[in-house]
Nanobody, 124 residues
Framework: QVQLVESGGGSVQAGGSLRVSCVAS????????MGWFRQAPGKERELVAD????????YYAGSVKGRFTISRDNAKNTVYLQMNSLKPEDAAVYYC?????????????????WGQGTQVTVSS
């Protein structure tokens, strides 16, 4: 089992940048593919980006492609989401998720482990 803790959320103006991080503990981090999801009030949780065990493969939702970058540092047991050119519609609680298997664009229900989330607020 792996425990996930997100950090780095906050408030930013539209056009600004934030980096959220997720630190894993409990098991060997490199055994897990990772994903970042977000959920805004009244909306379903949606996949933002995912990354394979080694970081060699990534996937981005169309709404964030070119603006967000997912990366991981297996030596630090951490996955990152760098968010640039933020828009008000990016505001949500951001969650990291982990699972032993990687599949590009995997849905939330297919992830076994979740963090508690970190709030990102974008003002216009």
């Amino acid at each position: 089992q792996v425990q996930l803790v997100e950090s780095g959320g906050g408030s930013v103006q539209a056009g600004g940048s934030l980096r959220v991080s997720c630190v894993a503990s409990g098991r060997t981090f490199s055994l897990y593919a990772m994903g970042w999801f977000r959920q805004a009030p009244g909306k379903e949780r949606e996949l933002v980006a995912d990354i394979s065990h080694s970081g060699g493969r990534t996937y981005y939702a169309g709404s964030v492609k070119g603006r967000f970058t997912i990366s991981r540092d297996n030596a630090k047991n951490t996955v990152y989401l760098q968010m640039n050119s933020l828009k008000p519609e990016d505001a949500a609680v951001y969650y990291c998720a982990g699972d032993r298997t990687y599949k590009s664009g995997k849905e939330a229900r297919e992830y076994a482990y979740w963090g508690q989330g970190t709030q990102v607020t974008v003002s216009s």
